[in-house]
């Protein structure tokens, strides 16, 4: 091959890359604007008029441990959040596919502060909750970024959500916004960069052969590997997606029980909701009207202040579903981490409520 062919040969890589990068881009746009940007638009609207944003999702269902529980939560659950899980899985897949590899991998591939930074600050656009999100996380896994940068997008989508922050501050206080501020900051950012010590650290060598790999794989038509990218995706996630939210549904009175009004503020209330916080699934900005709720009927300030940042931060579906992604110890410290944090938010909250 000549020069001249060379040259030709490099240019129309490039412009097929700019091409696949802006229709991953106007998918991302348009529908983050259907499934999220124009309804909570609408929703702080009604945020800013009534000082609600709903009922809580636990409102008329079953209060008992039963598989009907499980499946008024999981109903509910779904017709909230389907249409953003679908998103999900196809931005997810579509990473794999369509963004450059090179510059996913220098950018987000590395295990310094940078790259998890760049996670986190991406991810606030999403605003999507954490199960939603976790397709992303994958793919972004998949296409080698590193665990920092994609722990920060994943949990950045749900934690610092920029709508959620606004409902926040119209419903329950500018005082709870910011607790979930600060303490969000420290799990999107503080968490997501310690995650990256249970990784080896990656240099400029290991940047090249990773991208080397990650090309070698490439191989068939754009159709086919996106197929082949969404089929897996669907396989391994979905399932299990939705036995675990059933699961949690029918638990849901054993994870968040009725409590005296002498513990509604204590120490121990502040531990089993963060612990229960962390491990359940909400829709977006379903914490609000839960913690909303739950204060109406006596819960303290503490234990509320712990839901603040544990029940969207993760929760047991999504980690089920990055499961293959993240190495074991590397998840059960992101568990352990953010239920710790919770806790120093809900002390936090205990006094300042």
């Known amino acids: 091959m000549t020069q001249a062919e060379n040259t030709h040969s490099t240019r129309m890589g490039r412009k097929k890359t700019m091409l696949f990068v802006l229709v991953f881009l106007l998918i991302a746009v348009l529908g983050l604007m259907y499934v999220k940007w124009v309804p909570y638009y609408h929703k702080a609207d009604l945020a800013a008029t009534t000082h609600s944003i709903g009922e809580s999702i636990f409102s008329g269902m079953t209060d008992e441990v039963s598989w009907q529980s499980g499946l008024e939560y999981a109903a509910a659950y779904f017709k909230s959040v389907w249409k953003a899980a679908v998103l999900g899985i196809i931005l997810g897949s579509l990473i794999q596919v369509l963004l450059p590899t090179n510059w996913l991998i220098k950018v987000l591939g590395k295990t310094n502060f940078s790259s998890t930074a760049v996670g986190g600050v991406a991810s606030l656009p999403g605003m999507m909750c954490t199960c939603c999100a976790a397709p992303v996380a994958v793919g972004l896994r998949k296409r080698k970024a590193s665990i920092g940068a994609s722990l920060a997008f994943w949990m950045g989508n749900p934690t610092l959500n920029p709508a959620t922050l606004v409902f926040m501050t119209f419903v329950l206080s500018w005082k709870f916004t910011l607790l979930r501020v600060v303490f969000g900051i420290i799990i999107v950012f503080g968490i997501s960069y310690l995650a990256n010590r249970f990784a ?61 009004s002498e513990a509604a503020n204590g120490l121990i209330a502040i531990i089993l909701f963060a612990m229960a916080g962390m491990l359940f699934v909400i829709p977006t900005a379903a914490e609000i009207p839960i913690i909303q709720t739950f204060m109406a009927f006596g819960l303290g300030g503490g234990p509320a202040a712990a839901l603040l940042v544990t029940l969207p931060a993760i929760s047991l579906p999504s980690m089920i579903m990055v499961g293959k992604s993240f190495p074991t110890k590397v998840l059960l410290f992101v568990a352990g981490a953010v239920v710790i944090v919770g806790v120093l938010c809900g002390l936090v909250g205990m006094y300042l409520f």
């Open 200 to 260: 080896p650290k990656v240099d400029a060598v290991e940047i090249d052969k990773m991208m080397e790999e990650v090309e070698e794989e490439e191989t068939g038509s754009f159709l086919s590997r996106w197929i082949k990218s969404m089929g897996n995706m669907i396989l391994y996630i979905v399932p299990a997606y939705i036995l675990s939210v059933l699961l949690l549904g029918a638990a849901r009175t054993w994870l968040f029980p009725e409590i005296s």
